[in-house]
Each structure stands twice: as C-alpha cells, then as structure tokens.
C-alpha cells in the first residue's frame, strides 16, 4: 500500500511538471520573458527529476537474491539525481539572465504574470501535500521532490515580481530570474548532502537510537546495551544491537532477543530488519546463589528468607554481595539474579520455579552443610576439580 502512494505522488509530481512546462515555455516565448524560459527550463528539469524518482521508487521495491538487503538505496540514488537537476537549473538561469548577448524585451507582461499566478497555485499546494505524504511514508524521494517543486514555487514568485515590475515599466525580469537561481542552488545542496549521508551508511536519528537503547535497557534480562549501530536506506533502517544478558539458556535468550526485535519495529517506524547478538554477562567463573535465612543456614526453596550471592573468579577470589530478601516469586527472583548455581538443602517441589531455574540454566546444588561457609567450601573444592580434569583432556 505505501509503495503505491510513494508511485502516486510521483507521477503526479510528473504530470504537473509536465502541463507547467509546456505551458511556461508556450507564454515565455510568446512574451519574450527571460524568466518565464527560465523557469520553463527549471520545470524541465523537474519533469525529468520526477521521472528518474518514479523510477527509483519502483525499482527500490523489487526484491533480488543478488541484493538480500533490498534496492532501497535506489531511492536515494534518485534523490542525488535530482539535486544536480537542481544545480542545473540554477545555471541555465543565471546563464539567461547574464550572458545573453541580446536585451529582452518583454511584450504583453499580463500573460506571463497569469501563468505565474497558476505556476504559483499549483506548485505551493502540491509541494506541500508531498512533503507531508513523503515524511508519513519516510520517503526521502517524495521529499526530494517536495522540495523540488518548492524551490519552483518560490522561484516563481520572484519571477512574478519581476514581470510585474516590467508591467509597470521596469525592466527587471532578469535580476528576478538570477535570483531564482540561489533558491534553486539551496534545494539541491540540501539533498545532495542528505543523499550522500545515507549512501555513505551514516547512522540512524539520535532520537530513535535513544528510544531504542530505553526499550532495551527496561527488560530485566538484559544488563548492558554494548553498542546500536543503524544506516538508512531508502526508506528503511537497519539495526544491529549487542547486548548482555544474565546467563540464560539458548532458547530462551532467543526469545528474549526475538521479543526485543519485534517491540523495536512496532515502535519505530520503517525498521527493515533487527539483528542482535547477546553475550552472557559473565563469561568466566561462577555466580552462585544460597538459600538462607536471616543467620546465613542453609535452607530449602520453601523456607529460606533471602538468598546471599557470590561471585567466584577463575583464580578462586571470592566477592560476597549483599543479601536479597526473598518474596512469593522466588524462582523470577533468583534467575534475575544471573546465577549459575542456586544451593539448597533440597530442589524445588513446584513446577513453576522448576522451569524458571532451567529455562535460565541454572543449576541446583544440593547440599547437606548447614552454614553458608561450609556450602560455599564445598562449592569450591568441586569446581577445583572439575577444573582440574578438564584441564587433563
């Protein structure tokens, strides 16, 4: 349905140029008006910007195994075309107005004048409604081409100063048409800079970057966005993430990173395609988590009050981290923990918590020590010697 709109606009784009251009040129030569052929010339040079981006939004759609991103950038192609039309008209007129050998007399200036006054009508209310459509589309053709047919719009009321100017007697139809000329020049830098930042795989708005590092950064799974890098292309971005997660299993990390990839294109518009690559937060040694109560004894799932992590470097260090009190949703509590080993005196009876801890690779330790110190000891030695055989493989 958008690329049908975007095809919309720019054959009506097309077809304006085209009546605008036969018709100026018709009453320019007629009245002898410098810069009605000039802007006869500048509407020219529109009708063929407007069929190089009808072109390149009809071949931005197509889809090719030899282009598994899409031809998007053939939109902003389109657009970079458009922008050396725009240098070009600038010089045709300033070429007409300064260099013509003959002065121009022009000869019945109300004719000219009413063309003007319908180039005028035609290009502000057209210019406008294609902008609006171009940024609800996030086209940047149709905003190239907005703008395109703005700078003809405000051209022509420079132009329409200068003949009624000559109306009254003065001859300044060509200043009026040299200074046509810088209107048109501005147009065409602004889109060929715009252009060539995306064709360059310049990065995606601030403001999206920021709505997307807040959607990331609230899922209690995830601990750390690394980096977001995104390019435009066409009307399309494209997004890749690294993140760290608590040490989750594989398919549910997955699920999390699919979930994120789909909240991130509901939210932000135009988002071709999403890749994220997760890491667990800690690749080296061990987080282990003990259930306690308030003395630091060992309890079991259903009597213990809070849980005392600890982190275990590879070379055994030990960090002890302040104790959690525990509530009704014990299982949520420890996997958001980012443990690797939960210590109890027994496993968990309810399914709930069961499938909590294994669908984030948790491990439970049972354990017949009743003190924490004697748990984590027990812990150590074990992971010494598994160490230590892995070590002889």
Known sequence: MEQT?????????????????????????LTNSLGLIAEAIHSFSDLVASIISFIGVKLSAKKSKDFPYGLYKLENVAALIISFFLFFAAYEIIKEAFFHHEERQVSNPQYAIAVMVVAMVLTFFYSRLEKEAGKRLNSPTLIADAEHIWADFLSSIIVLVGLIGVYFGYNIDKYAAAVVSLFIFHSGFEILKDSIKVLLDFTVEKEDIQKIRNIVLKHPAIIDLKSIKGRSAGSYKFLELEILMHNLSLREAHKIVDNLAEEIKRKIPNIDSVTIHYEPVRQEGLRVAFLIDENENIKD????????????????????????????????????????????????????????????????????????????EEVIKSWKEFNKKEGER
């Not at 709109?5 to 030569?29: A, C, D």
């Open 5 to 29: 709109l975007k095809e919309r606009w720019i054959l009506g784009s097309l077809l304006i140029n085209l009546f605008l251009s036969i018709l100026k040129l018709f009453f320019g030569v």
């Open 301 to 376: 799932f259903e009597t213990a009050d809070y849980i005392l992590t600890v982190d275990i470097s590879k070379d055994f260090e030990i960090v002890k981290n302040p104790k959690l009190k525990l509530t009704e949703n014990k299982g949520q509590i420890i996997a958001n923990s980012g443990v690797d080993i939960v210590v109890s005196k027994n496993h968990p009876n309810d399914f709930a918590t069961r499938f909590m801890l294994a669908r984030s690779s948790i491990m439970v330790w049972e354990t017949e020590k009743d003190k924490f110190e004697e748990a984590l």
